[in-house]
C-alpha cells in the first residue's frame, strides 16, 4: 500500500504543477526520522502553497491520512509535511537547489515521478434510459 500512498501524494503534486517529484526510500538508513520523503518544488510562493494545500486536501480524502504536523506553510519557501511514515517537502525552486535534501540522502533508493498517473476511465453503458 506504500506505493500507492506514493503515487496520490506524486499525483496530486503533479496536479498542481509541482516539479520534478522524487521519492526516497529510507527505510535501508537505519538513522532516518521516516520511512519516505518525497521532495518536489514550485518556481512561487503561490504554487509550493497551492502543492502543499492539495496535498494535504488529497490525502484526507483518498487516504484517511491527515498530517502529524507541518512546518512553512507561513512562509511558502520550504512546507513540510508529515504524515509519520511519509515526509513531504515542498520547496520553492531556489530552496531546494539550495538544500539539496537528495544529496544528503544520496544513498537511499530513488524513485522519480514523471507525469501524472492517468486516470483510469470508467465503462460507459451504451443502453439507453427511458
Same mark, same amino acid.
Given at each position: 500500500m506504500i506505493t500507492h500512498d506514493l503515487r496520490v501524494i506524486a499525483d496530486a503534486i503533479q496536479d498542481k504543477k %509541482?516539479? +520534478?517529484? *522524487? #521519492? &526516497?526510500? &529510507?527505510?535501508?538508513? %537505519? #538513522? @532516518?526520522? @521516516?520511512?519516505?520523503?518525497?521532495?518536489? +518544488? %514550485? /518556481? #512561487?510562493?503561490? +504554487? *509550493? @502553497?497551492?502543492? @502543499? /494545500? +492539495?496535498?494535504?486536501?488529497v490525502c484526507n480524502e483518498e487516504l484517511g491520512m491527515k498530517p502529524v504536523r507541518t512546518q512553512g506553510m507561513e512562509n511558502d519557501f520550504w512546507i513540510i509535511i508529515d504524515y509519520g511514515h511519509i515526509v513531504v517537502h515542498v520547496f520553492l525552486t531556489q530552496y531546494r537547489e539550495f538544500y539539496r535534501l537528495e544529496d544528503l540522502w544520496a544513498d537511499a533508493p530513488k524513485k522519480t515521478y514523471k507525469e501524472r498517473r492517468k486516470p483510469v476511465k470508467k465503462a460507459v453503458s451504451l443502453e439507453k434510459e427511458y
Open positions: %509541482g516539479q +520534478n517529484v *522524487v #521519492s &526516497l526510500d &529510507l527505510r535501508p538508513i %537505519g #538513522s @532516518a526520522i @521516516a520511512d519516505y520523503f518525497v521532495i518536489c +518544488n %514550485g /518556481d #512561487s510562493t503561490t +504554487n *509550493v @502553497a497551492a502543492v @502543499a /494545500d +492539495n496535498i494535504i486536501k
